[in-house]
């Protein structure tokens, strides 16, 4: 199946909504409702070790859904404005990250609003804009608009390192390894080493 998400201003009008196509023939399975404003992420499958999650970002929720059903498992106030990068999974805990709001790992599984007892730990410096968080072996790598990287460590947060290239980004940073691939909006290629403080192993001009 094909889990769309698909939200749209304003958020006070039924617009906002989740669906999941039948990929064989194209037929919408279930279509749920959401109330969010507008959003440009993805959704993020997960498996808790218990059940299957379909994590979504929008406003300031991060809300669970069943993807058998679309019905809303929890959801959790951490975020704010027009969401732009998905969330990703790092050490059983969904990390999700928005410039202005903060970054937020919180642990999935539970039911209704869990902001109080399942948000793990927050951070708030040098936030994503639009690129999605990578996660790595040694943590959590953010990118933020103005070129710079930091990795946090995916069980408390804690800021390992911090490196800044110089250059606007705009898209998300590939991971491999502790190899974490970079391209800025000025056409170069930065590949930096997670595992040792973001040390820039090359760099390479690309023909754009």
Known sequence: RLLLQLDQEPADKPLSRLLAVDCTTGKTLWEVPRDAPSSWSTPLPVHTGER?????CAGDWVI???PETGRELWRAKCLGGEVVPSATFAGG???AAIQGAACAAIRPGGEGDVTAERV???YADDLPEVCSPVVTPAGVVLLASDGTATCLQA???KPLW????GEACSASPIARGDRVFV???LGNLHVLDAANGGAVLARRELPE
């Open 52 to 56: 299957d999650e379909l994590v979504t």
């Open 64 to 66: 669970s859904y069943s």
């Open 93 to 95: 805990l969904v990390v």
């Open 120 to 122: 793990a730990w927050t």
């Open 155 to 157: 069980s408390t947060g």
């Open 162 to 165: 911090r490196r800044a290239l």
């Open 183 to 185: 391209v800025s909006e």
